[in-house]
């Protein structure tokens, strides 16, 4: 595979047609979770996220509940069973804490729908329309990789706080916001030689184009390795990260993430924000570990990247990343899995023009990984 760095590859379906999958931005996330409420206080405590709405036993319903937080335009849905033998129960066995669901935002459900199933999606369900006083919602859903799904949710006629019948919740516990923006990527692990066929579905059923590739001889340390390929929608809002593992001397840790998740799924959430240092300190004090580069990497930084506006020993202090591309430069940080499973974790990343990634950064990274995964007994 030839490595096509920053190259936007143009997409058949979206320049003879205009964009038949318009998606205004990410409207929510859900994961299911073991225990809701104890994840709710999580999100809220340490990753300053803010209550917004709840579903459940005082809504009404008998077997799930849900808490949804909100921090600028980021929505996080953690829904939990309230009884045994549930859909949501069984994908917590299998896979633990994970994302179910990434919700994408739409001006017509219905069209969303259709034009994706004519184009090969596999159906989770029709688009159905909800009420409340507050107005209607409609929603539909096509399947992904593994058992993540795609719900489609057009609320142009709705007023209210989060969807139907979920209410206000409205806690006395409100910590700080930490600055986190909104969603800049969202990257799924599949399995062993299935990239293409994932990076096929964006392009194919849902329009995307290729925006980044990357090989193995780019992402490989002396024991690990992984293939990367970036999807993105037509107007760039929606960036979807596709990895698969790669032979090395040892277990990749896309491999590794595999095994412990079952199958296929969102390995990380990348969130933006505006001042990255005020961000990752606020989570330090709120006992969020990040992954650890050598101090080494600091030595030569601005020799690769230039000059930035940050302070060095700061950066250094809190372990963030910088690379650069032709636009510009980017700062990064990664936590460690936020689920008892080596799973899912979070980045945090601050755009400074640049476009791009952090390919730079993968290196350093991935050795941190190893390091971990030695901990751990996975490498
Ligand atoms: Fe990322």
Same mark, same amino acid.
């Given at each position: 595979m030839q490595t096509s760095e920053y190259q936007t590859l143009e997409n058949a379906n979206n320049s003879n047609t205009g964009d038949f999958l318009p998606i205004n931005g990410t409207d929510y996330l859900e994961l299911y979770v073991g225990n809701a409420r104890q994840s709710a206080h999580f999100f809220q405590t340490a990753l300053g996220f803010q209550p917004l709405a709840y579903s459940g036993l005082s809504t009404g319903v008998k077997t799930q509940e849900s808490y949804v937080l909100k921090q600028d335009k980021i929505r996080i849905v953690l829904t939990t069973p309230l009884v045994g033998g549930t859909e949501i129960g069984k994908h917590i066995d299998l896979? !633990?804490? !994970?994302?179910k669901a990434i919700a994408l935002w739409v001006d017509d459900a219905e069209k969303a729908f259709h034009e994706t199933i004519k184009r090969g999606a596999e159906m989770v369900f029709e688009p159905i329309a909800e009420q409340d006083e507050f107005g209607s919602v409609k929603r539909a859903a096509i399947k992904t990789y593994g058992d993540t799904i795609h719900i489609f949710v057009e609320r142009k006629d709705y007023k209210g706080i989060f969807l139907p019948h979920f209410k206000a919740w409205n806690p006395t516990y409100q910590p700080e916001s930490i600055g986190l923006k909104y969603i800049d990527h969202c990257v799924g692990n599949v399995g062993w030689n299935e990239m293409n066929r994932w990076t096929d579905f964006y392009a194919n059923v849902m329009g995307f184009s290729q925006l980044v590739s990357f090989d193995d001889k780019d992402i490989s340390t002396e024991y690990t390795a992984l293939m990367s390929k970036v999807m993105s929608n037509g107007n760039g809002k929606i960036k979807f990260p596709i990895n698969e593992p790669a032979e090395g001397k040892k277990k990749s840790q896309i491999e590794e993430y595999l095994n412990f998740y079952g199958g296929s799924g969102v390995q990380h959430i990348a969130v933006a924000t505006d001042d990255i240092v005020s961000t990752v300190v606020a989570m330090k004090s709120r006992g969020i570990e990040f992954l650890q580069v050598p101090d080494s990497y600091y030595d030569t930084l601005l020799d690769r990247? !230039?000059?930035? =506006? =940050?302070?060095l020993s700061e950066l250094r202090n809190l372990g963030v990343l910088v690379d650069r591309d032709e636009d510009g430069y980017l700062l990064q940080i990664f936590t460690k899995p936020i689920v008892s499973r080596p799973t899912l974790f979070f980045e945090i990343i601050q755009r400074k023009g640049a476009k791009s990634f952090g390919k730079g950064n993968f290196k350093a990274l991935f050795e941190a990984i190893e390091r971990e995964q030695a901990l751990r007994g996975t490498l």
């Open positions: 896979h !633990g804490d !994970g994302v990247v !230039g000059k930035i =506006e =940050e302070e």
